[in-house]
Structure formats: structure tokens, C-alpha cells
């Protein structure tokens, strides 16, 4: 019985699950029935107003007067109505899928081509107008180009009325006259205006080219020489041709009598020659206007028609002739432009020359007056030494001797105090009186000091020769470090130390070189250029910080010179002079050598130190003279000279 009643109970809950089962998925029905009922009601709506969209279409294109065409990219017809107009020829085999070009006259079919391909690059409407032959004349229409989705096209072709084609013409012809003269007011390119010309008189006139001629007269055969052109793009290219004048004697003629050529149609050509000069070209109508500028040249504009005849009209002419007008004021404009620039280039390099030549010769006089002041002091240095030298080589020979006298002497006192004592009381009092004891030993120390004296006198003599080396010219081989010494020694003065100026210490590190083949007196002229810059340096430092020190593990902040010298392995000698003053920008060291250039205040420095320097090193020596400094970090320097130079004639 139980088992019963559960059974009972599970199918009652069964059946409850699958009802509400079903009651969910019959919900989910109605409200996807609804859902579509509402889509089939809206397409429905949509149709009836595509269908009405489409009946409005239709309805607007029957009574469109204008010529109407749907194309794709390629310009395959899609679609086409003709409209009201009804006297153009060639439209009853229009029929969609064939290309719109295959109705359409050459001249024509390349305007269209150009603007298809425009509309698909720029997504813009194109516009143009044209000109055709009709049974009644000739008929002028507009042809309008929109881009339309998926790469097609709309094509809306009317007719235009002469009236509102002449005012187009006008305001076209207006346009190009004015886009010529804004070109020429704002470039003076002559070329530039030249090749727009042709590009715009092409395309205004529907034509097949469009070329502009030089009359090239300054030669033995005068020619006419083809220099720009605009052309449909089967016709072959005229830029590297050449007409000699004979040749087309009628059409030179002309033009160079200033007179316009009109040929609607080349058959009707007397002249034969030129009548075959323009079938070669292809031309079946042409038009050429001359060009006379006030400078004498003589150019022209050809205008080419090249499939049957093409009257050409006067409003045509007018433009060509108010074009060619605007072109010989630009070829004046643009030569006398090119002649004033000319003179004014002429003018600014005849200025940098002479400026330079001022600044050659004001660079050579404070040489001169450098090189002379060196040579006069040269000449003083010498002639001091050498009467310096005179009696100093006196005094220095004759002190041993009299050092030597002074201890036989002394030596003989010594003797009679020895055997005559007592002496008698006057030469005990003369003994007390002269302190004969302090007087042996103090004298020999005097005659030493004299002595050491006398060398001193005897070394800085040396270096003033050295220095001076007026008794070396040319180039010989040096000591180096001779020269370097020498110089310091002369410096020494301004070495020591001085109130409220510390002790300037200089560090000599000498490589191993031999003798170098230099003008020994020009080089020590700029060791003693670079030394005195660095203790001018060393001094302006004086209450700053110096940069640091120059001898490795020393912590001293004092003044420091530091002289290297080396020999590299391709045989160039490197000196390099270094301080740790208080350096020195950027922009000094770049112009360091320059003549005239200099940080000193006015009278303590003329700027030609440096400058006559870097001659010595670079042109007398071959050599490189450089400087590596930066604010608070010192100055270095190096001179780089070949070990061997060549000998002087």
C-alpha cells in the first residue's frame, strides 16, 4: 500500500513538472510568433517604401530633361535613361553593359576617363563641360559625376544653353587667367608657370596636346625646341624634339612676325612642307600663338587637334592671346628676378670676400706685429744674454781660482797661529776686531753661494738662448723638453706663490723622446702661449673651487700644471699641457682659435695667442693643436706633431 501511494505521488509530480514545461515553451512560442509577425509587418513597410522610393526614381528620371547613366568602376553602363535630349547621335546602341567610352568622340573620351577615375579617388562630385558636333551645329552640355556606393557612378548629362556656355567659358577663361597671375605674383618660376599653361589651355580647350616652343636663335641652325607639353596619352611625347626653322618656314615665319596661325583643318594648308611637318605631328587642326618678351626672346604656344577638323573659335583665341600675354610678363618678370638675384648673390659674395680679406689681413698685420714683437724680444732676449754672459763667464771662471786663493790663505793664518803665538797685542786686536774665526768659516760659504750664484746666472742665460733660438733656422732636430723647460724657467716668476695667490705646482711627466725635427723657436713660442693661458687660468681660479687635483691620490686643492709628453706607435709626438682651473664652456672652446678671440679683459690680452698657436702646430707643423675643457673640469691642451718633417728649401 505504501508503495502505491509513492508511485502516486511521483507521477502527480511528474505531470505537474511536464505542464509547467509546456506552459514555458508555449509562452516562448507566442512571443517568438509576435516577434516575427512584428519583422514580416516592418519588411513589409520597408517594401512598400522601397517600392514607392523606387516609383518616385522612375517618375523623376522620365521627366528628367537630362541625359542620365549608372556606372560601376570600370564605366560599364548599369543604367540609362536618355531623357529629353534628343538630337545627340550615336545613343540607340547604348545598352547597359557596354562601356560608356565606346560612345563617346576621342576628345571626349579621355575628359570622362579623367574624371572617373577622380571621382573614385576623392569621393567628390566632378564636373566639366564640353563641346560636340551636332546635326544642327555644335551643341554644348555639362557632365556632373557623384560617387555612389560600391564603387559606382552617376552620370547627369544636360544641355547647356551658348549664352550660359560663354559665360562658363568666360568665367573659366577668368579663372585660368587668374590662377596664371596669382602663380606669377607669388613664385616668379618661370617653368613652373609654363607647365600649368599648357596643362589648363589642354583641358579648357578639349584638345589633344597643348605644347609650348623656346626659338632657340644664339646657334649656328636656329630651331624650335619643345620644352613643355600636355597631350593625350597615345600621342607620342615632343620634349626631346627639335624643328629647324627651315623646315616649317611658313609657321616660323609667322611667329616670328608676331602673327597668329589658325588652321581648322591642315588639308587646306598652301605650303607642303609645313603641311607635312603638322601630319607628322598628327595634327588635323592647329594653333599656335607667338610669344616676343622685351628681352628679345621668342617662344610660342601650339595648340593640336588630331581627329578632323576643329574650327577654332575667337573666344578660344582671345584666351590663348591674353594667356601668351600674362606668359611674357612672367618670362621679363622672372629673368629680371633671376638678374636681380644674380646681383644681389654677386653683391653678398663680393662682400663675404672682401670681409674675409679684412679679416685675412687684420689676421696677418696682428701676425706680423706678434712675429716682430717676438723677433725684436728675440733679438733683446739674446743681446742680454750674451752681455750677461760675458761677465758672468768672468766671474765664474775666476771664483774656483779665488776660492782656491781664499783657502791657501786661510790656510797660512792657520800656520803662524800655530808657530807665532802670542801674538803681538795689534794683531791680537786686529784678530778680535775683523772675528777671524766666523771670517774662516763664513768666507768659503760666501764664495760657494757666489758660485751657485753664477750658475743660476749661467742656466737662465741658457734659457734665454734657447728660448730665443735666433742662432736655429729652419727646421733642425730639437729637444722637446729642452724648449718646455726652458719656458718654465721663465715662467718661474709667476710659478711661486704670491699674496692671496698659492704656489702654482707643476708636474713634469716626460716620455722617452728623441730629438724632433720643429722650428725650436715657434714651438716654444707656443709652449709659452699655452703655459701663460693656464696660469692666467690657475689665477682667475683663485678663491673658487679647482677641479680635481692632477696627481693621483691626493686630495690637495692647490694650483696644478701638468705636462705629458709621448711618442706614438705611427711616429707623432703628443704634448699635452693640463690644469685644473676653472675650465671653460662649450661655446669658448669652439672658438678658442679664432683670431682676435679672447676672455681677458681689454689690455690684458689681444686674442692672437691661441690663434698664432694653432698656425704654428697646424700649418708650419703639420700637426693638430686641440682643446678639451668643460665648466669645472680643467683645460687640456694636446699638441700632436709628426716626429719627421719635411725639409725647408
Known sequence: MQSSDKFHYQAREAHHESGLRVETRTTELKNALKQLQAEIVEHQQTKQQLSQKTSELEAVLKVLPHLYFRLDADGVILDYKPG????????????????????????????????????????????????????????NFEARLSPLQEQQIIVLVREISHSEAKFRAIAQREALLNRLSSQIRASLELNCILETAVQEICNLFQIDRCAFFWYRQNTDSPYWECVYEAKSPILPCLLTDRVISTEIELIAVKALHKEVIRIDDVNTVNDPIAQQVLGDFGFTAFMSLPIHTQSGEIGAFSCGYCHGFRPWLDDEVELLQAVTDQIAIAIDQAKLYTQTRITAQTAQDKAQQLEAALLELQQTQAQLIQTEKMSSLGQLVAGIAHEIN?????????????????????????????????????????????????????????????NIGAKRIQQIVLSLRNFSRLDEDGIKPVDIHEGIDSTLLLLQSRLKAKPGQPEIQVIQEYGNLPQVMCHAGQMNQVFMNLLTNAIDAL?????????????????????????????TADEQVTIRITDNGPGMTEKVSKSLFDPFFTTKPVGRGTGMGLSISYQIVVKKHCGQLQCFSAPGAGAEFVITIPLQQALEE
Do not use: W
Open 390 to 450: 760675458n761677465p758672468v763667464n768672468f766671474i765664474y771662471g775666476n771664483i774656483n781660482h779665488a776660492s782656491q786663493y781664499v783657502r791657501d790663505l786661510l790656510h797660512l793664518i792657520q800656520l803662524y797661529q800655530q808657530h807665532y803665538c802670542p801674538p803681538i797685542p795689534e794683531i791680537h786686536q786686529q784678530i778680535y776686531a775683523i772675528d777671524l774665526d766666523f771670517l774662516s768659516q763664513d768666507l768659503p760659504k760666501i764664495l760657494n753661494s757666489m
Open 84 to 139: 529629353k535630349i534628343e538630337n545627340l547621335h550615336n545613343l540607340q546602341g547604348v545598352v547597359p553593359g557596354k562601356q560608356i567610352l565606346e560612345f563617346l568622340p576621342h576628345t571626349l573620351k579621355v575628359q570622362f576617363q579623367q574624371a572617373i577615375t577622380q571621382v573614385l579617388q576623392t569621393k567628390s562630385l566632378v564636373s566639366f563641360q564640353y563641346t560636340l558636333p551636332l546635326l544642327k551645329g555644335n551643341g
Open 539 to 567: 689665477e682667475e681660479g683663485v678663491g673658487k673651487e679647482f677641479s680635481q687635483p692632477l696627481i693621483p691620490n691626493t686630495q690637495s686643492p692647490i694650483p696644478q700644471i701638468r705636462i705629458r709628453t709621448e711618442l
